[in-house]
């Protein structure tokens, strides 16, 4: 291609607000898919949330292998008010859903179990795919089942059908690749068939710079979202032609001027896996020293302790320094509202209707008019957020971070 030409393809590229990993939690008949999830986290009012009050342009519903909601897929496909699009995927309104799938693998030798998300172009390749996986998992209707059979074999089962696979908040304690599997992920899968990596709530950017493994790879940033209000609590920025199946992939693979250009996460230390939790004495060991799991508790000498994600990768890095490769793209830190000390239900309900959307409060709106709604001490708090002042205390043992009350 030429260089003019490659300039004007350029050209017509946007980004767009991504979220790849929501959950459903019941179909729309009232079916259990997610035990987990909200009731009203059905397929349709997802895509609706995502357009139409979140402004999230490219959606990844991770439990679409499921049958039940393959129905509810169909019945919105028959009625009209969504459509299959051309590059893969599905059309709500000015929003795309990517149809996922999250699964749990476990490897033979390995002590834990770990989360994988795949994404297939169409619904007829899920219902492929979900015709093959019914043979070693119990119940292939719910969401995040184990399937039984090696992590290679799903890994090719997948390149096979023509899908993405990204193993999912690789770096939790519950169900991580790293957190809870292995200290390698070469041990697992054939790394040239991995297209991307999540990061998960409790980790960002700069701390997966410490495993030289991850130096190729994407990152995203998504919700893990089991309700219509944490749609976004984790979102990235992608640039693409349009969003779409093969857009994605080309994003991930950082080909034709596709790229993730911004991961939008949680300040990692108010994850609930930041730091080592003890279980003993209920602290959340967040002092200089890593604490290791051969360790016993500084304060009560109990060995009951949930590593943290920080420490895991301490204790799995292969390199001193963190190293953010060229491609790597800024991790903007975000503090969800609900966070913020003082700002209850009812203030944030007036701000949404004020500013629309949580994205708009956080990022867009002056200190001056979210004063005009709440108040100067609360608008200073958010301002302060945004700006990433706000004095943190890192969360562990599955109990969020918080937010330092002044
Ligand atoms: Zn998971
Ligand atoms: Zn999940």
């Not at 607000?17 to 009232?30: C, Q």
């Not at 054939?190 to 999540?198: C, F, K, N, Q, S």
């Not at 890192?394 to 918080?402: D, E, N, T, W």
């Amino acid at each position: 291609m030429c260089h003019s030409e490659q300039l004007n393809k350029t050209a017509e590229l946007h980004e767009f607000y991504s979220d790849l990993h929501i959950h459903i939690g019941r179909t729309k008949n009232g079916q259990a898919v997610k035990i987990s999830g909200s009731r009203n986290l059905t397929f349709e009012n997802i895509a609706k949330e995502a357009a139409l009050r979140k402004g999230i342009e490219m959606i990844g519903i991770i439990d679409c292998h499921s049958p039940f909601v393959q129905d509810d897929i169909m019945t919105c496909l028959d009625s009209g008010i969504m459509k299959e699009i051309e590059g893969g995927g599905i059309a709500y309104q000015d929003t795309v859903i990517l149809l996922g799938s999250e699964i749990e693998i476990r490897n033979t030798g390995a002590k834990g179990a770990a989360h994988v998300l795949t994404y297939f172009r169409d619904l007829d390749t899920m219902q492929d795919f979900t015709r093959w996986m019914t043979r070693y998992m119990k119940n292939v209707g719910l969401s995040s089942q184990r399937i039984y059979v090696q992590p290679r074999e799903l890994q090719q089962e997948i390149i096979d059908r023509g899908g993405i696979l990204i193993p999912a908040h690789v770096f939790t304690p519950h169900k991580g690749l790293y957190g809870s599997m292995s200290r390698k992920m070469s041990d697992v899968f054939d790394l040239r068939g991995i297209a991307g990596i999540e990061l998960g709530l409790s980790a960002d950017s700069s701390m997966a710079g410490y495993l030289s493994e991850l130096d190729g790879y994407s990152f995203l940033t998504n919700s893990d979202a089991h309700s219509l209000g944490k749609i976004g609590r984790e979102y990235n920025k992608i640039r693409m032609l349009n969003p779409s199946f093969d857009e994605f992939r080309l994003a991930l693979e950082r080909k034709a001027g596709r790229q993730v250009t911004a991961n939008y996460g949680l300040d990692p230390r108010l994850g609930k896996y930041h730091r080592t939790f003890c279980s003993g004495c209920n602290s959340i060991l967040d002092d200089e020293a890593v604490v290791s799991l051969a360790d016993r508790c500084p304060y009560c000498g109990s060995i009951k302790m949930v590593q943290g994600v920080f420490d895991r990768i301490m204790s799995i890095a292969d390199r001193e320094e963190p190293f953010l490769p060229i491609h790597r793209p800024p991790y903007c830190y975000q503090v969800p509202l609900e966070f913020i000390p003082g700002l209850g239900k009812a203030s944030i309900l007036k701000l949404l209707e004020a500013f629309g959307t949580e994205m708009a409060i956080l990022h867009r709106a002056s200190e001056q008019d979210i004063a005009s709604v709440v108040g100067e001490v609360l608008a200073h708090r958010i301002v302060m957020a945004r700006n990433g002042t706000l004095e943190l205390s890192s969360g562990g043992g599955g109990v969020y971070g918080k937010v330092v009350r002044k």
